[in-house]
């Protein structure tokens, strides 16, 4: 019975952890370097902000999320655009 728990109980762990990797729920509040570190979602920021990867300060501002990066932007990157680009972060296939 215990053996069977047990097995269970890994059964389930390496199900969540496999729905986690193919889901990665980017939010605003995902940092950027964790959204770049990802070739597909990458693409969608160089393709939504052209030029945020290969910004000369991305070392500075790569562990910030999207919205700490619009709110420190002074309304250079918008509500409108992070809203996009989380809506188009979210629609790619799992």
Known sequence: MFSRM???????????AQAQEASPGYTENTPVEKIAADPIAAAVLNRD??????DAQY?????MSLKQLR???SGEL???????????LQALPH
């Open 49 to 54: 902000i052209p030029g945020l990867l290969n």
């Open 78 to 88: 918008s509500a409108e655009t992070v809203d996009k680009v989380v809506a188009d």
């Open 6 to 16: 047990v097995f269970a109980a890994l059964l389930l762990l390496a199900t969540g």
């Open 71 to 73: 709110e420190a932007s």
């Open 59 to 63: 070392f500075m501002f790569k562990g």
